[in-house]
Structure formats: structure tokens, C-alpha cells
């Protein structure tokens, strides 16, 4: 599995891929003990996502790329209810914003990633 220098150190970090914020950082030993750092971090619905990726594919964007993407802002309703990501860390007042009023699902599903490849 190749990684980045920058990922040695820090663990795995997410950045948006068109402007490259960082949304959430994974330590190494994360998978372990937890920890890490959510940023910005968020799931949409699927259909908004694929429109997102009209553009190009990707694998994150931030809200702000994301919406200039799909061209309108987004709103609670484009939110997973299932995702835990939406529901937890350290999010942005623009994010909390978009996702206010979004009701979580019962339960709700830990996202879990394989890093790219790079
Ligand atoms: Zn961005």
C-alpha cells in the first residue's frame, strides 16, 4: 500500500480534491484506539454525489466545491440519515447549517475507508 510522506506521519489524511482542505485525519493507529480529527466531513446521497462527479471523479470534496459542482446548495435532505459522519466531529457553521434539521437513522453506519492508492 503507497503512501505519501505527509501520510506516514499523520496517519491517512482526506483532503478535498479540488481545493485540498484537509476533512478529516485518520491516525495510523486509529483503527485501534479511534482518535483522529473530522473535519468537514459528510456523506450525501448517492445521486447527489454522482452528480458531483460529472466533473471528474473523486473520491472527497469539501461543502463548498461540492456544491459549486452540482451547481446549488446543499440541504438537509441530501444528507445520509444512516452516515455517521454527519452526525459527529467538529464540523464547520456552514456545514452544520446545511445538514440542520437532518433526523439520524436508527442506525447508523461507521464510515470506513481503504485508502487511495497513489
Ligand atoms: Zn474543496
Same mark, same amino acid.
Given at each position: &500500500? +503507497?503512501?505519501?510522506?505527509?501520510? @506516514?506521519?499523520? !496517519?491517512t489524511?482526506f483532503?478535498?480534491?479540488?481545493?485540498?482542505?484537509?476533512?478529516?485525519v485518520?491516525?495510523?493507529w486509529?483503527? =485501534?484506539?479511534?482518535? !483522529? @480529527?473530522?473535519?468537514?466531513?459528510? &456523506?450525501?446521497?448517492?445521486h447527489?454525489?454522482?452528480?458531483?462527479?460529472?466533473? !471528474?471523479?473523486?473520491?472527497? =470534496?469539501?461543502?463548498?466545491?461540492?456544491?459549486?459542482?452540482?451547481?446549488?446548495?446543499?440541504? +438537509?435532505?441530501?444528507f445520509?440519515?444512516?452516515?455517521?459522519a454527519?452526525?459527529?466531529?467538529?464540523?464547520?457553521?456552514?456545514?452544520?447549517?446545511?445538514? @440542520?434539521?437532518?433526523?439520524?437513522?436508527?442506525? =447508523?453506519?461507521?464510515?470506513?475507508?481503504?485508502?487511495?492508492?497513489?
Amino acid at each position: &500500500m +503507497a503512501r505519501s510522506k505527509v501520510a @506516514r506521519i499523520w !496517519g491517512t489524511v482526506f483532503p478535498c480534491a479540488d481545493c485540498n482542505t484537509v476533512l478529516a485525519v485518520r491516525p495510523d493507529w486509529g483503527a =485501534l484506539f479511534g482518535g !483522529g @480529527r473530522d473535519g468537514d466531513w459528510f &456523506m450525501v446521497k448517492d445521486h447527489v454525489w454522482r452528480r458531483s462527479q460529472r466533473d !471528474g471523479e473523486c473520491r472527497f =470534496l469539501c461543502v463548498e466545491c461540492l456544491e459549486h459542482r452540482i451547481g446549488r446548495k446543499l440541504s +438537509a435532505d441530501d444528507f445520509r440519515r444512516s452516515a455517521k459522519a454527519n452526525f459527529v466531529g467538529k464540523k464547520s457553521a456552514k456545514l452544520r447549517r446545511r445538514i @440542520r434539521g437532518l433526523k439520524p437513522a436508527k442506525r =447508523l453506519v461507521e464510515t470506513t475507508f481503504t485508502p487511495w492508492r497513489s
